[in-house]
């Protein structure tokens, strides 16, 4: 048997390619991002026994396309008004070149294997018509042996319903029809998530051209409540400083009575929310536009290579933070930090100062942060839990102030007891405005 696969693309020009992923994505990551597609496309259409025809638009894409696909037979100009007659014309001329059956696939599913290819071939053996479906009802994949005009006709490309519309004039003709697997294509930031979601279930995907450009362009936004804090801002500055324009900082101020906020330097973005940091964090996340969200405590201090080392969690699981260390050479001090990381990897719970970060997804699937005087953290990390949300830890630890404790071993003891009593109090339903007066008397 004689097979062809059209591959039936545009050339990745910047703002001509994509462009339902702007403003998310630049026209230049728009245009690198459907190459990747492609590179991932060419490496799987070249694993089966096909001949490889390009059609494609501009006019003037040959060349690039080229570098891409270097096994291709031919390089085909699209030629016809509509899309729907580009697709038929492509598909009539390859068939007359004496090709016993064609397969036309779109290059907006990088998912897309060479089973699915040889899988429609050998369904074209038995069908008139093959198709691929779709995740939002249109198709990726069309395959016919002879040339049937009344595939294109009459169709809406890029509304809902495109494959119903196509199949049933089909159907009333007495054609019978076959279908590969069911695959999303990606059109917009909702697909790019979805794609990233399944990265973490499917590790192969991660080591595709698609895969790993997607992991490499994963945008953070850190988000840090503040309230009167003119004695910790400009150390948390200094540090920010550092990571303007390679994500994005956004500082959310509870109503300071201080001197804070004609402490904050140009360039960070500064929102005004209602006091309680659980109304500072929700109100950072809905403003911000990162895929992964860092909240950050004002009194921290990062590790070297923070995002990265976000990013590296991230590519396993939806939410995590960072081990946490106090500078304090104290042996109380020792043992709170050995108990407090260990409390992340044995009860999967994990509080505000160890540096939460999450997808942007999960965090609103899970509900934000509840609202709640204090322990907003903890009744997070407890949702998570009971969503069945699997933890990751970053490789270093993040130094908080030891600030709440007492200097002395004893009164020191005696916090975290008290933090501990209070927590199990909350469990067992005491109001949460008791232990938030109780807090206070912590503190």
């Given amino acids: 048997m004689k097979w062809a696969v059209i591959v039936f693309t545009r050339v990745p020009i910047p703002g001509q390619t994509k462009t339902r992923m702007m403003p998310y994505f630049s026209p230049e990551e728009c245009a690198k991002l459907h190459e990747n597609f492609l590179k991932d496309i060419a490496q799987e259409c070249e694993k089966i026994n096909a001949d490889i025809f390009v059609c494609y638009t501009p006019e003037k894409g040959k060349a690039y396309l080229e570098k891409l696909f270097r096994k ?19 598909i009539e001329y390859v068939l007359e070149k004496g090709y016993d059956s064609c397969v036309l696939i779109g290059t907006d599913i990088p998912e897309l294997k060479c089973s699915d290819l040889e899988y429609a071939f050998r369904l074209l053996d038995v069908n008139d018509v093959v198709f691929g479906p779709t995740v939002d009802e249109g198709y990726y994949l069309v395959g016919m042996k002879r040339p049937v005009c ?20 089909l159907q009333e003709m007495g054609l019978t029809i076959g279908y590969v697997r069911r695959l999303q294509d990606m059109d917009d930031r909702d697909d790019i998530t979805a794609y990233r979601s399944r990265m973490r279930r499917q590790k192969l995907l991660q080591n595709t051209h698609t895969g790993r450009y997607l992991l ?4 953070i936004s850190i988000i840090v409540p503040i309230y009167n804090e003119e004695t910790t801002i400009e150390k948390l500055q200094e540090q920010l400083e550092n990571l303007q324009g390679k994500c994005e900082i956004i500082l959310v101020d509870g109503g300071s009575t201080d001197a804070t906020l004609s402490m904050i330097r140009p360039g960070f973005k500064v929102l005004h929310s209602e006091k309680g940091r659980a109304n500072q964090m929700n109100l950072g996340a809905k403003e ?41 050479r104290q042996f109380f001090m020792w ?23 999450i997808t942007r997804e999960l965090f609103f699937k899970a509900g934000m942060f509840p609202a709640l005087p204090i322990m907003e953290d903890y009744q997070f990390s407890l949702t998570l839990k009971e969503m069945g949300v699997k933890l990751g830890i970053a490789r270093h630890r993040i130094y908080t102030s030891d600030r709440r404790f007492p200097k002395k071993v004893i009164p020191q003891l005696k916090v975290m007891w008290k933090m501990n009593r209070l927590r199990k109090m909350y469990r067992d339903g005491v109001p949460i405005e008791t232990i938030s007066k109780l807090y206070k008397d912590v503190r």
Avoid: W
């Avoid at 490499?216 to 945008?219: E, I, P, S, T």
């Avoid at 009194?299 to 080392?309: A, I, M, T």
């Fill in 150 to 169: 009344e595939v294109f006709e009459k169709k809406t490309y890029g509304t809902g319903n495109v494959l119903e519309q196509t199949v049933q004039p």
């Fill in 335 to 357: 043992t709170c930090r050995v108990i407090s990381n260990h409390r992340i990897k044995d009860r999967k719970v994990m509080f505000g100062d160890q540096g939460i970060f």
């Fill in 72 to 90: 291709a037979k031919e390089y085909i100009s699209q030629t016809g008004e509509g899309l729907g007659e580009r697709m038929y014309q492509a």
């Fill in 288 to 328: 911000s536009t990162g895929d992964i969200l860092f909240f950050l405590h004002s009194d921290s201090e990062l590790p070297k290579r923070p995002l990265e080392e976000i990013k590296a969690v991230i590519k396993d699981h939806e939410a995590g933070c960072f081990g946490i260390a106090f500078h304090s």
């Fill in 216 to 219: 490499k362009k994963q945008k």
